[in-house]
């Protein structure tokens, strides 16, 4: 198998989701009518295992899933939720400890590398400014601005011809069964699933023979790989 290349998800892929929301908690606490007793300490084990387990089902039952659990004493909408969640990002992005120096080293050894990620234009590029990582990759897909998203094939055989590549012959890592594993795995990449959530949604969706812990991983990966 020769790779030429590694491309990303973002959102709990090289952006980490736990610390992030940790992070947002206190906020969380004072914007929404939170029930007594809801204190930034008591929500955010709550929030953690609500995003495990539904963050890839949509927003909607991760505020199911809270409301189920007693956080909230009003419960929002989902455009509430959205905006709250989508500003705080703009605001707030903790990267894994290893996001930089992985993306470094990924080029230092010769592989192109990419990024597509669903949202829009605006909260995606403030995620990356915010993790420092706006210019560490050779192409860019933010589905806000490309017009499809994925799981669609489009981004997946856009950013190969963007790199000068096969789809055969990149990796694609993501967290996400459908819109990572799935849609990369039929657009032709060889898909990497990273285990951050450590919950597969999905049982008709097979999962791939390639799976990580966190993508510092992967050089290691690359190299058995050959």
């Known amino acids: 198998m020769k790779i030429k290349g590694v491309v990303f998800d ?18 969380f606490c004072s914007y929404f009518d939170v029930a007594p007793g809801m204190t930034p300490e008591v929500l955010t084990p709550i929030w953690i295992e609500a995003d495990k387990n539904c963050v890839h089902l949509g927003w909607d039952a991760v505020i199911a899933y809270l409301a189920d659990r007693g956080v909230f004493r009003t419960v929002p909408e989902l455009p509430v939720y ?21 993306l470094d080293e990924l080029h230092e050894m010769g592989y192109k590398t990419g ?5 829009s234009g605006e909260t995606q590029r403030a995620k990356l400014r915010n993790l420092g990582i706006e210019d560490s990759f050779d192409q860019v897909v933010i589905s806000g601005e ?19 590549a096969e789809p055969s012959e990149l990796l694609y890592v993501g967290d996400n069964p459908l819109n990572d ?20 949604v999905y049982p008709d969706i097979r999962k791939p023979q390639l799976q990580i812990d966190c993508v510092r991983e992967l050089p290691e990966l690359l190299r058995q790989l050959g």
């Open 10 to 27: 973002l959102d709990h892929t090289l952006f980490d989701r736990y610390a992030t929301l940790t992070a947002i908690a206190p906020y």
């Open 181 to 200: 594993v799935q849609a990369s795995r039929e657009a032709g990449f060889v898909p990497v699933w990273v285990r951050t959530t450590g919950t597969w």
């Open 115 to 119: 990024l597509i990620t669903n949202g």
């Open 82 to 102: 959205s905006a709250f969640l989508l500003g705080m990002f703009r605001r707030i992005s903790v990267p894994f400890d290893c996001t930089q120096s992985l």
């Open 146 to 164: 490309f017009g499809v998203h994925k799981p669609a094939p489009e981004p997946f055989l856009a950013i190969a011809r963007w790199l000068g």
